[in-house]
């Protein structure tokens, strides 16, 4: 059973991920110059939408466990997220060869979803413990900067085989980077968030959506199919615009 709030907060931050790609969009072929590497406009609305898209995972996950998800039914799902993030690599390598997406939001998610998983199946005690292990990955990805530059042996930390765990000292060269740290601590309190709800307001998860936000909730629903698809059409679209004006 699905919660329809849920799928419409998943959905909002579909909206929100397609007006901020098309910018982006806009930008790469010259019609709407922007700085989406450096601009504080930009990079702090990217990072609130994989929050929110990090946020709906961990929250999903703890719903599905909560109704007795089976481990093969978690399995298809973390395939098709697993190979979707393959896809977006070779499909950005195409597009930016030097800079294509190792471990991008898919990537992280898929990794991030099976630690969970994994570790939710051992641990049923309580909730703090979810709460505390976001804290930490959120505090040991602030730190990791500075533990890294101060020790020259940590700097392997910054190649691409590691740099997606988060201890890193400099950004890598890549259009997309959701790394462990501190991503997974965003998770992390999703999944203890929708925890906490479940035990002591599960109403807040039921009861009609306000008006005018049903498709929200329908487009949370195929969010994954949505993600793969929407840049292609508009990267087409904007490429027919230019060649035909």
Same mark, same amino acid.
């Given at each position: 059973m699905r919660s329809d709030r849920l799928d419409a907060l998943r959905g909002l931050a579909?909206?929100?991920?397609?007006?901020f790609h098309l910018s982006f969009d806009l930008s790469y072929f010259g019609l709407w110059p922007q700085d989406f590497y450096n601009d504080p406009r930009w990079t702090l609305q990217r990072s609130c939408i994989v929050s929110l898209f990090l946020l709906c995972a961990g929250a999903s996950l703890a719903l599905a466990l909560h109704q007795g998800q089976r481990l093969q039914a978690f399995g298809r799902r973390w395939l098709q997220i697993a190979g979707c993030a393959l896809l977006v690599s070779l499909g950005s390598w195409w597009m930016f060869p030097g800079s294509f997406i190792y471990f991008g939001v898919l990537h992280g998610m898929a990794v991030m979803l099976l630690l969970l998983r994994l570790s939710a199946a051992r641990w =049923?005690? %309580?909730d703090a413990l979810w709460w505390l292990l976001g804290a930490a990955a959120l505090t040991l990805a602030w730190l990791g900067p500075g533990i890294v530059r101060s020790h020259a042996s940590l700097d392997v930390l910054n190649q691409p085989w590691l740099n997606w765990l988060g201890l890193i000292s400099r950004k890598p060269v890549t259009e997309d980077y959701v790394p462990l740290l501190p991503w997974l601590g965003i998770m992390l309190w999703g999944f203890a968030g929708m925890r906490w709800l479940l035990r002591h307001r599960p109403q807040w998860l039921g009861g009609p959506l306000p008006?005018?936000?049903?498709?929200?909730?329908?487009?949370? =629903?195929? %969010?994954l199919t949505y993600y793969m698809l929407h840049q292609p059409v508009m990267i087409g679209l904007l490429s027919a615009a230019r060649?035909?004006?």
């Open positions: 579909m909206v929100w991920m397609t007006a =049923r005690g %309580s008006t005018g936000t049903r498709a929200l909730a329908v487009l949370g =629903r195929w %969010s060649w035909f004006l």
